[in-house]
């Protein structure tokens, strides 16, 4: 990352004259390129890793039970969201054509989901 912004500091030097604080303005440009990289990433949980669902049957399944019950207490564009990329095999573009949102409030709105999702599983766990 730190080598990019070097290259983004050379090809824009004859800017970067004109800029009052170098180092502020040098610390914002990482920054900003660390928070595009983080976002471009879109970091997801895998509900069926997280319960270990793919190694036995779906129809039995108490964890699977379990998961839906979690997911029901979700907000209710949370659950939708969830149950869109999970149980309809839905891409992000298609959950947000669906729900007539964007695509960031996707990733926002399933980040979310998610969190929520892992701390009612781990405090199902220490019951």
Not at 39 to 64: C, G, K, Q, W
Not at 89 to 108: H, L, W
Request: aromatic share 6%; hydrophobic share 40%.
């Amino acid at each position: 990352m730190v080598q990019d912004c070097f290259v983004t500091l050379w090809n824009d030097r004859r800017k970067l004259r004109q800029v009052a604080n170098r180092e502020a303005w040098c610390i914002m440009l990482v920054k900003r390129r660390c928070i595009d990289l983080l976002r471009r990433r879109h970091p997801t949980v895998d509900i069926d890793s997280v319960m270990n669902l793919a190694d036995e049957p779906v129809e039995d399944d108490h964890r699977l039970v379990l998961a839906l019950r979690f997911i029901d207490r979700l907000p209710e564009r949370q659950a939708q969201a969830v149950r869109l990329r999970h149980f309809d095999d839905a891409d992000t573009q298609m959950i947000a054509q669906k729900m007539n949102i964007s695509e960031g409030n996707v990733y926002t709105i399933l980040s979310r989901a998610y969190s929520s999702l892992k701390q009612m599983i781990l405090s199902y766990e220490k019951e």
